[in-house]
């Protein structure tokens, strides 16, 4: 049986039938075990004891997850994902290196992703200046056969590559090398994670009710379709880290050509009168805990769609093929390919004008006061005014987003949480919180692609620090304030209600978005 639209003798049906290696890997990566488990031993008896994974979206999420939810075993070194262009993030990487017990897995299914790029590049200069030419027994690789980083990891002559089968796309790549490489090196049990894919990809098959993908599916789908588009999962404590992974599935493969399902995956549960008639449910449940059963049927009594799902915390590998198997329903249904990404490209050939130019500031801001600027086609008379103007806009079924290119901080994202959820309560609109630029990789493509019903604020500041790029004549600050402005002014060219906030040098974010938002929603 095949859902997808496209005839399988056009253009997008060849393109379609080329990315679904996803649905037999489970089974074809067994062979891969043996290998992937002896270089995670070496690695273990030479000493490392830490790996920085240098990845963005599908080729970094999935070991954040299993990092998350397994944790690392005793003996094996512990795990950074480096999945940015933050300053901070990376100075601190820097800071802390032991070139002698450090390994780096460059993770690029393109080969050309200009983070990890620009990443492997720093580290390679700072490891050869230790270790010369020791350093490529230090580096690692999982990419496409024949792309630039395979080229490079054998010049260099990385210690390892890993050549994953080419018909596999990024965000469907958790059970193929992308997952199981940086799986193996923390100890997480790989095996395992293939056999319950296998198990959950065998149930996949089945015309029935037993078929859990198309149970999922078909609800992400059918409620899309009708217009509860704001795809709300509610995980349990134990596996709050996978929502990451979720989101950046769902968003990108569905949102695009003015359709899609949005997930909102870090939102806390609240009483029923808080949701429009745009929402669905998925609740997750596991043997350890579960989402709040009695708020749950409240949104059920409500008339809220709620579809209820239990798992094991050691059944990974059958919740990520569940929810890849489901998203490809979920797109057919919609009427959208899930396997392209048609608005990805438009973000970075904006940061890519932008570098050459060497001008990332739009010209004067539409509002400034104290710490605070603001670049808008919306008007006010002082920032708080602008975004107030943007909250006035939102219409049942809009949503926002916030969409942050701050340095991590708890505080920050705590406030952030606080203002969704004041605006949840005062206007019953979704949200979501993405981190720049890895939301690039997940929901920017439904930002753009996905209905025109986003009020987006593009959160910005200024580093202190600024670090050489090597071979680029630019920094990673002036990479990362590219893809901002970047991102913002594409979201414009989509016609999206877009504020971009500018935080100047030294100013406290989180105190300075909570009074912004404050004066603009009082």
């Not at 979720?246 to 003015?258: P, Y």
């Not at 609740?283 to 409500?302: F, H, K, Q, V």
């Not at 990805?344 to 004008?353: D, G, H, L, S």
Request: proline share 6%; with cysteine; glycine share 10%.
């Amino acid at each position: 049986m095949t859902v997808w639209t496209a005839q399988p003798d056009s253009d997008e049906g060849r393109a379609i039938a080329n990315r679904l290696g996803w649905l037999d890997v489970p089974t074809g990566m067994k062979p891969e075990l043996a290998r992937v488990d002896a270089v995670a031993d070496k690695m273990r008896r030479d000493g490392i004891d830490t790996v920085y994974l240098l990845g963005m979206g599908g080729s970094s999420l999935c070991a954040e997850v299993m990092r998350a939810v397994y944790g690392v075993k005793d003996g094996s070194p512990s795990l950074a994902v480096m999945d940015t262009t933050d300053e901070a993030a990376i100075a601190g990487a820097l800071e802390r290196l032991d070139p002698a017990h450090t390994l780096f897995l460059v993770a690029s299914k393109s080969g050309g992703t200009i983070e990890p790029a620009s990443m492997e590049k720093l580290f390679w200069q700072h490891m050869t200046a230790r270790v010369g030419d020791r350093a490529g027994r230090h580096f690692v690789a999982v990419t496409d056969p024949g792309t630039g980083l395979a080229r490079l990891a054998a010049e260099r002559g990385y210690r390892h590559v890993f050549l994953n089968p080419p018909d596999i796309g990024g965000r469907f790549s958790a059970l193929s090398l992308f997952g199981l490489v940086p799986g193996a090196l923390i100890g997480a049990p790989i095996a395992a994670m293939l056999a319950g894919g296998a198990a959950m990809s065998d149930g996949c098959r089945q015309e029935n009710h037993q078929n859990a993908g198309l149970e999922l599916g078909a609800f992400i789908g059918s409620n899309a379709a009708s217009g509860r588009d704001k795809l709300t999962v509610v995980l349990p404590a134990s596996l709050r880290a996978l929502g990451l992974w979720i989101e950046q599935l769902v968003a990108e493969s569905t949102g695009k050509h003015g359709k899609g399902a949005l997930p909102v995956v870090d939102e806390p549960l609240g009483r029923p009168g808080e949701y429009g008639d745009d929402r669905c449910f998925v609740a997750i449940a596991t043997e350890r805990d579960a989402p709040d059963r009695a708020m749950l049927d409240a949104l059920e009594d409500a008339g809220h769609p709620v579809l209820r799902l239990s798992t094991r915390v050691d059944g990974l590998g059958a919740e990520f093929f569940r929810w890849e198997f489901a998203t490809a329903i979920a797109g057919a249904l919609i009427g959208v390919n899930p396997f392209d990404e048609p608005n990805v490209t438009e973000a970075k050939e904006k940061t890519k004008a932008l570098l050459a130019r060497g001008q990332l500031e739009p010209g004067a801001p539409t509002a400034r006061a104290g710490d605070v600027s603001v670049y808008s086609r919306l008007r006010g008379g002082s920032p708080a005014a602008v975004v107030r103007a943007a909250l006035a806009t939102l219409r049942p079924r809009d949503y926002v987003a916030f969409l942050s290119y701050l340095p991590a901080a708890a505080e920050t994202e705590t406030a952030i949480g606080e203002i969704r959820r004041a605006i949840r309560t005062r206007t019953r609109a979704a949200s979501t919180f993405g981190v720049g630029p890895r939301y690039l990789h997940s929901t920017g493509q439904y930002h753009k692609g996905g209905p025109n019903t986003v009020v987006a604020f593009v959160i910005t500041g200024e580093d202190a620090t600024q670090t050489p790029i090597p071979e680029a004549p630019y920094t990673f600050a002036q990479l990362k304030a590219a893809q901002a402005v970047g991102d913002a002014q594409t979201l414009e060219a989509h016609d999206r209600r877009t504020v971009r906030i500018q935080l100047a040098r030294g100013a406290d974010p989180a105190a300075t978005l909570t009074a912004l938002f404050a004066e603009a929603m009082a």
